[in-house]
């Protein structure tokens, strides 16, 4: 008999996820903090795999953790499709977009004031989430647009730019001076990583990843752990973190060009009229305001 997941499990998996912690998904599940290890427990050993790394208090995905992370967001989506499509809602016309968290509360609030009076009668689904795994839905065909940063796997023409600084907790900045210098990295392949590695690795400054994360506040939590010096918008810094530069010794960093991509459903007049309104002047200078 072919092993299935359980749908439980994943709900909860990716609410450890999510958490990265026990305590707080059991919470966030209305579920004791032993349930929830124990349905973790009995996932990995369904997967005989290990899912996440325990040996600190933040938990992190495991490489298998990471494969079943994406697989589990697909799964529960579907789910929810699913409910959706047997809803009373069937009929119902809509339009799914994705951001990350930092664009949705710039750009989106605008442009769907002004879509949703030409459009009143169409659901638009909003899904904020890391550039990468929003590539990953438009090809998959889950998501009709979205807007995150230019990258090989979310290409596009840039619409605005956004600051990318250099960022350490106001206790830690002698980490600059460090070789290697310890970092806090976004995951392989997004671009706010790739500009940091190319402009230290232009400049010969060795660096180290201490800590990894698919998104900004992940990342923003690393540093503000004081081990690790992070390259994130200027826009999400916040709390007891500064923002360090050139004074610091560390190298200038690219601007982040903001893009909308297409995904593989058809363009209707809908989904035409967003592009226009998402690339309007008035939207772009929004987001290039908070640069």
């Not at 840039?158 to 600084?165: A, G, H, K, M, Y």
């Not at 939590?221 to 918008?233: D, E, F, M, T």
């Amino acid at each position: 008999m072919k092993k299935q997941f359980k749908s439980d499990q994943l709900r909860t998996f990716l609410a450890v996820a999510q958490q990265r912690n026990f305590t707080r998904a059991a919470q966030m599940l209305h579920l004791t903090q032993a349930a929830v290890s124990m349905q973790i427990r009995q996932l990995e050993l369904d997967v005989e795999a290990p899912l996440f790394v325990r040996n600190s208090r933040l938990l992190a995905l495991t490489p298998a953790g990471e494969t079943l992370r994406v697989y589990a967001e697909r799964i529960q989506e579907l789910h929810e499709q699913a409910w959706q499509a047997l809803s009373c809602e069937t009929y119902e016309r809509s339009l799914r977009i994705g951001t990350p968290d930092a664009y949705a509360s710039v750009i989106l609030p605008a442009a769907l004031r002004a879509f949703t009076s030409q459009f009143p009668d169409v659901r638009v689904e909003v899904v904020c989430l890391p550039t990468l795994e929003l590539g990953r839905r438009l090809e998959s065909g889950s998501l009709d647009l979205a807007v995150g940063t230019c990258c090989p796997q979310f290409p596009g023409p840039p619409i605005f730019s956004e600051e990318l600084v250099w960022v350490g907790a106001s206790s830690a900045t002698n980490l600059a001076a460090q070789r290697p210098i310890p970092l806090a990295l976004f995951e392989v392949g997004s671009a706010p990583r790739a500009h940091a590695v190319h402009a230290l690795e232009a400049t010969s400054i060795p660096y180290r990843c201490v800590y990894s994360s698919p998104d900004t506040m992940g990342v923003l939590a690393c540093a503000r752990a004081g081990n690790a010096i992070a390259a994130v918008p200027r826009q999400s810094v916040s709390g007891r973190l500064l923002i360090m530069g050139c004074e610091d010794g560390l190298p200038d960093l690219a601007p982040l060009e903001v893009t909308i991509a297409n995904g593989r459903t058809p363009n209707g007049p809908e989904k035409r009229a967003l592009m226009d309104l998402l690339t309007a002047p008035s939207i772009c200078r929004l987001g290039s305001m908070t640069s």
